[in-house]
């Protein structure tokens, strides 16, 4: 069946550093894959998404790019602000059936002034 | 993007008493919706889908006839948590996806006590 691994945390940066966070997936045929972003006490936000191989996603400075050799899907932005303070789940689903997601464990950003 | 509504936020009951959640579709048709659940600190769990006008699909684990789910509409599917226990404490998420099903679009999720 389908899997997301991603990255362990918590994380914890100091404002402008670099953000990288890890996701790798398991998956039949060629899914689609997504970063959603969960402020807390609220639900999520599709933050970005790919659809096919080499396929970069882009949004709010935040890119992934979509690379079926590693299967991976690594979250990254260069400069980070307090206010990207959140959980970040990478999922996936299939072309098939686009609105069954498979999802990580989400991994907690903490970004310090 | 298209918009999915929840209600309500958040909801508090007594045990033995029963919830229901509304999923909403505001924008567009949704011809299946999902339901999750969040525990604290924990990643979204599918308890369930939903395809307008039969019944629901549940994930392995997930008592059918605990949760409750009508999708009698094509803007509309209810979760209705029976009988609710402390355990049932959780967060629950819907998401909904169009004819073309393509992507899904989450709600804002309910946050449910159960005292």
């Known amino acids: 069946g389908n899997s997301v691994t991603q990255m362990e945390g918590p994380v914890t940066l100091s404002e402008e550093a670099f953000l990288t966070i890890n996701c790798t997936y398991t998956?039949?045929?060629?899914?689609?894959l997504f970063w959603y972003v969960q402020y807390p006490g609220e639900g999520l936000q599709l933050l970005l998404k790919?659809?096919?191989?080499?396929d970069k996603g882009s949004n709010k400075g935040f890119e992934a790019t979509y690379r079926k050799e590693t299967t991976s899907f690594h979250l990254e932005k260069g400069s980070v602000q307090v206010s990207d303070s959140a959980v970040y789940f990478c999922a996936l689903s299939s072309n098939t059936n686009a609105g069954k997601s498979t999802f990580g464990d989400g991994t907690t950003l903490t970004v310090k002034p | 993007g298209a918009v999915v509504s929840q209600h309500p936020s958040w909801v508090i009951c007594k045990s033995g008493t029963s919830v229901k959640i509304e999923c909403r579709s505001l924008?567009?048709?949704?011809?299946?919706m999902f339901w999750y659940r969040q525990f604290p600190k924990q990643s979204l769990m599918l308890m369930a889908t939903s395809n307008e006008g039969s019944k629901a699909t549940y994930e392995q684990g997930v008592e059918k006839d605990k949760f409750l789910i009508n999708h009698a509409s094509l803007t509309l599917s209810t979760l209705t948590v029976t009988s609710a226990h402390p355990e049932d404490s959780s967060f629950y998420i819907c998401?909904?996806?169009?004819?073309?099903?393509?992507?899904?679009?989450f709600g804002q999720g309910t946050r449910l006590t159960v005292v």
């Open positions: 790919a659809t096919k191989a080499d």
């Open positions: 924008d567009f048709q949704a011809t299946t």
């Open positions: 998401s909904a996806s169009g004819i073309e099903n393509t992507e899904a679009f």
């Open positions: 998956a039949t045929g060629y899914p689609s």
